[in-house]
């Protein structure tokens, strides 16, 4: 009988909040009533309903300001909604008449968390352990703060005290092994390239590299040793990158490259500003210079990229201004990750040739202006949390003279070793 009762004072208020008129006088509500709203409110939320979850709080807190887990759900409705400064609100009336109510804590260190601001975060988890003393939830939420603030050492003690207490507090343990692989600064990487030719019009390509890499506080820096054979001939080209930082939000990539063989550029370099964007967006604008045997030439690119949900896309454009004409080339790219930045599956599309491409053959200008399209798709997997295999294939329909296509085939595999 009560559920019956329940169901229809649901019905009565939807009548309510959407312009039907009761009477003047108002309605009171029982506790069972409420839970009943709430109960509502809290399937309409789950659902994506949340104006309509909202609206139904409201109602209840209007009849009942001490309901205070109507407040925490507006509360989370707004933060979902990208509405924080209202979220704030509404964790905070809670607050404001039971200091100590969890829920309301839980809720506003999330809030803080989720829009990056760390510090915040943390001095809310203090708060809440003032009224929760060793609360497991909040104190691992803190750990997440620190690192996020890059204070491992303070986040550390504070993990291995969970553990000391609670031996297989799994998240614990992971955030543990993420402060670890953090503190990681260097990567040594092998890399082996396959190239086969259409009806073998030429032997097959080789290209293989050895890459040093290490995180300083300035930003990486990469050392790299190329090595290629093509037309039976081999040679080596020694490369430079850096990624040093200008501010939170910006920072610059940089090359150098040098070979004495045909088979690559003689000179290579290149220079590449990154700005984030607000909304998850990441814009750049660069140049890439490559200096052949009797010329060289300025390839001037862009990009535009935005993470989405476990997704990175982005676009790129290289740009050769030239005597005969200005060509374009393009590319486009998908990734999705999964358990880290270590983990996803790749795919890219691509028109024309790219400078960065080091498995291409640029020997002079005229092999940047070519009509090539290739597909590539690419896994990376971490292991053991210190191995990184990357595994790609490549089809290419490569314009090799004008008008004149042939397909090529590239097998790809990549080893790092993190230390």
Not at 294 to 313: D, H, P, Q
């Amino acid at each position: 009988m009560r559920r019956i009762i329940s169901r229809w004072y649901i019905l009565i208020f939807c009548f309510f909040i959407t312009g039907t008129t009761l009477g003047q006088t108002a309605i009171k509500t029982s506790q069972a009533d409420n839970d009943s709203l709430f109960n509502a409110a809290r399937k309409s939320a789950f659902e994506g309903k949340r104006a309509m979850a909202r609206s139904i709080c409201f109602y209840i807190v209007k009849h009942n300001a001490a309901y205070f887990d109507a407040w925490v759900l507006i509360g989370r409705t707004y933060t979902w909604d990208n509405q924080y400064d209202s979220a704030r609100l509404a964790f905070n009336e809670v607050l404001s008449r039971e200091k100590g109510y969890y829920d309301a804590h839980d809720a506003l260190i999330d809030l803080e968390y989720w829009t990056d601001h760390y510090q915040a975060c943390s001095i809310q988890c203090d708060v809440g352990l003032s009224f929760h003393q060793n609360d497991r939830n909040f104190r691992i939420k803190k750990a997440k703060a620190l690192i996020a603030l890059k204070q491992f050492d303070e986040a550390t003690l504070l993990l291995k005290d969970i553990v000391k207490l609670d031996s297989v507090n799994q998240d614990a343990s992971m955030l543990l092994d993420a402060i670890r692989l953090a503190n990681i600064k260097n990567k040594v990487t092998l890399n082996y390239s396959y190239e086969y030719f259409e009806k073998r019009m030429i032997a097959p390509w080789h290209m293989a590299y050895l890459q040093y890499s290490r995180k300083t506080s300035l930003g990486t820096v990469i050392g790299r040793l190329n090595y290629a054979n093509r037309f039976n001939a081999g040679g080596l080209q020694f490369e430079a990158d850096a990624y040093p930082k200008l501010t939170k939000s910006s920072y610059l990539y940089l090359n150098l490259g040098y070979s004495e063989k045909f088979i690559f550029p003689h000179f290579r370099s290149g220079f590449e500003l990154y700005k984030k964007l607000p909304s998850a967006f990441e814009s750049s604008l660069g140049f890439r210079y490559l200096s052949f045997t009797s010329s060289g030439v300025f390839i001037y690119t862009a990009s535009l990229g935005k993470y989405t949900g476990n997704y990175w896309l982005s676009a790129r454009t290289f740009i050769t201004p030239g005597k005969t004409g200005t060509s374009v080339s393009g590319m486009l790219m998908a990734r999705k990750y999964f358990a880290d930045e270590d983990n996803y599956l790749g795919m890219r599309l691509s028109y024309g040739t790219s400078p960065d491409d080091r498995k291409e053959l640029l020997t002079s200008t005229d092999i940047l202006r070519v009509k090539s399209k290739a597909l590539r798709f690419e896994y990376n997997k971490k292991l053991k949390q210190v191995w990184i295999v990357n595994i790609a294939g490549v089809y290419e329909d490569e314009e090799y003279y004008p008008a004149k296509f042939r397909y090529v085939l590239t097998g790809d595999i990549t080893i790092s070793l993190l230390f």
